[in-house]
């Protein structure tokens, strides 16, 4: 709950007791008027109450305002914080967006044999496609009567832009998290490529560490960025890098714990659709259509099959481990409906 004491009565009360703070800028204020403005029409769509969400909407710009005045300062290895509650925060902000009747799980016999392998002590990977920053908490909704510790225990691999950005500092904060700089931003600031691999090393290092433990669950999106249109206007799902499901494989083989990968789909792009082209700069702005979410567990994926197939080269394997991850997640991707 809100810990202000200021009594809101309409999305418009919060946004303008905002506005009169001083460390909002006028940049980030526009973008979280027009995020709930869009919130708003969302909700009067899908017949909802304005007032329901009213909590939601001052924790959010109560939060961004903490972040702004003093930014949490994110570990390799993330622990969520839970009290408050920015789990549960970000569930129910993006609760408000969601269709739930329309929106669907597929592939659950997949599901029961995740969570069973994880019952067990082994691990699982996730290599996903990405559509929103929101992903995680999308994925909780959908599993929220199926396998709601799965979504809650996974730990997700977030880019500095959700550790950073203070609109989506506060979902981040409520998820288990290993801060891993993206490969694509090295360019951009050479001077702080070698902290940055530094920094990636400790964070796998550290994933080593806990794989060790089993029973743990590692969400991944090796296409490295959000899935966007083409120029067609059709929504595709980026290619993945072997690169990276290559260094996750190594990484799962290392701690000696057996662990099983599946690909998994999400289709999100409804609920807060990036920017049509790929922004360096943080504060992009925030749009949302709302409507239903869907995610596919697809089939596991046996890491060592192109090797029993009697293929060599370990480049080439290592192309068709990627192409295999990406088609069955393209595939679902492809044949579920918005």
Excluded at 46 to 57: F, I, P
Excluded at 169 to 178: A, T, W
Excluded at 266 to 282: A, D, G, N, R
Excluded at 301 to 306: K, L, R, T
Aim: proline fraction near 5%.
């Amino acid at each position: 709950m809100n810990s202000e004491t200021t009594v809101f009565s309409s999305f418009s009360d919060i946004l303008t007791h905002y506005q009169k703070k001083e460390c909002f800028s006028p940049k980030i204020f526009e973008i979280c008027k027009g995020f709930y403005e869009a919130y708003r029409q969302v909700l009067k769509h899908l017949g909802r109450h304005e007032s329901d969400y009213l909590d939601v909407c001052a924790n959010h710009m109560q939060y961004i305002e903490k972040q702004i005045v003093t930014p949490y300062q994110f570990e390799p290895y993330h622990h969520a914080i839970r009290d408050p509650d920015y789990y549960q925060f970000g569930i129910d902000c993006i609760s408000g967006l969601v269709d739930q009747e329309t929106s669907t799980v597929g592939g659950k016999e997949n599901l029961e044999k995740i969570v069973e392998y994880l019952k067990k002590g082994e691990n699982v990977i996730f290599f996903a496609n990405h559509q929103i920053e929101a992903d995680p908490q999308c994925l909780a909704i959908l599993l929220r009567d199926l396998a709601p510790e799965l979504a809650k225990e996974t730990i997700y691999i977030a880019g500095d832009r959700v550790v950073s950005d203070p609109l989506a500092v506060p979902f981040s904060i409520g998820l288990n998290l290993l801060c891993i700089y993206s490969k694509k931003y090295f360019t951009i600031h050479p001077e702080e490529r070698e902290s940055k691999q530094l920094h990636n090393k400790r964070a796998m290092q550290q994933l080593s560490e806990v794989l060790k433990e089993g029973g743990r669950s590692v969400f991944l999106a090796p296409s490295g960025g959000r899935d966007r249109k083409n120029d067609q206007g059709e929504l595709e799902v980026h290619p993945f890098d072997q690169q990276s499901i290559e260094m996750f494989r190594l990484t799962a083989k290392k701690s000696g714990v057996k662990t099983h990968f599946f690909p998994l789909m999400l289709k999100t792009h409804c609920i807060m659709p990036p920017p049509e082209s790929i922004q360096v700069e943080l504060g992009e702005t925030r749009h949302t259509e709302g409507g239903a979410i869907h995610a596919t567990f697809c089939d596991e994926v046996d890491m060592d099959q192109f090797e029993k197939a009697g293929i060599k080269d370990k480049h080439e394997i290592r192309r068709l481990r990627a192409e295999e991850f990406w088609q069955q997640v393209a595939k679902a991707h492809n044949s579920t409906p918005n």
